[in-house]
Nanobody, 118 residues
Framework: QVQLVEYGGGSVQAGGSLRLSCVASVRRICLGWFRQAPGREREGVAGIHHSGSTYYADSVKGRFTISRDNLDNKVYLQMNSLKPEDTAMYYC???????????????WGQGTQVTVSS
């Protein structure tokens, strides 16, 4: 059974930083981060291939950095210069499709809440 566990969320003021972590029980080619704000659909934030190639949503480019530890099967999301519009539940996901194809992710964790206040 595939299991992903996210942690590291919290509340910060605009301009602050947070680092999210996720550990996966099964190894897959792509690991990614998604988010879902109340009343909105889940959206892809960042993805990373096993080789280290990365993919980002335009809204987070230059502010967020995704990385992974292949040995421990973990993925991280360093979030800097946070904005109130980054407030959402953040999920990590896995895919064996193209890592930049957000629709190809089909395994999810339970999520960790990120709240950014102005």
């Amino acid at each position: 059974q595939v299991q992903l566990v996210e942690y590291g969320g919290g509340s910060v003021q605009a301009g602050g930083s947070l680092r999210l972590s996720c550990v996966a029980s099964v190894r897959r080619i792509c690991l990614g981060w998604f988010r879902q704000a109340p009343g909105r659909e889940r959206e892809g934030v960042a993805g990373i291939h096993h080789s280290g190639s990365t993919y980002y949503a335009d809204s987070v480019k230059g502010r967020f950095t995704i990385s992974r530890d292949n040995l421990d099967n973990k993925v991280y999301l360093q979030m800097n210069s946070l904005k109130p519009e980054d407030t959402a539940m953040y999920y990590c996901g896995q895919s064996d499709d193209s890592c930049g194809n957000w629709g190809g992710y089909n395994y999810w964790g339970q999520g960790t809440q990120v709240t950014v206040s102005s």
